[in-house]
């Protein structure tokens, strides 16, 4: 069993920002695409940010794009998610997982097969 462990989230008001951790097992990170998704009460899981095996691309939701950020350090098999100007409208619990589907499908959560225990993000106006 993989386990994916996440840290941070919390409560903070619009505007600020807010960076989540997952630390994966050695040598996950550089092997497997990493990403980040959410889920809000009553809404399907929503596709976040990832980041390629390689480290040389990412992806982003329209909903975050010029917002978050996602980023890895391969010494610590470790990814980020930086969130900034947060909106009420990002308040969700945030997972990361992974993934070794072909890249046109890393958005799809159904392809991942480990995840993270789950984050709760509340944005408060």
């Known amino acids: 069993q993989v386990r994916l462990q996440q840290s941070g989230g919390g409560v903070v008001q619009a505007g600020s920002s807010l960076t989540l951790s997952c630390k994966a097992p050695t040598r996950t990170v550089g092997t497997h695409h990493m990403g980040w998704f959410r889920q809000a009460p009553g809404k399907d899981r929503e596709f976040v940010a990832a980041i390629s095996w390689g480290g040389g691309t990412s992806y982003y939701g329209d909903s975050v794009k010029g917002r978050f950020t996602v980023s890895r350090d391969t010494a610590t098999s470790s990814v980020y998610l930086t969130m900034n100007s947060l909106k009420t409208e990002d308040t969700a619990v945030y997972y990361c997982?992974?993934?070794?589907?072909?890249?046109?499908?890393?958005?799809?959560?159904?392809?991942?097969?480990?995840w993270g225990q789950g984050t709760q993000v509340t944005v408060s106006s």
């Open positions: 997982g992974r993934t070794l589907t072909n890249r046109a499908s890393i958005p799809n959560w159904k392809t991942y097969d480990f």
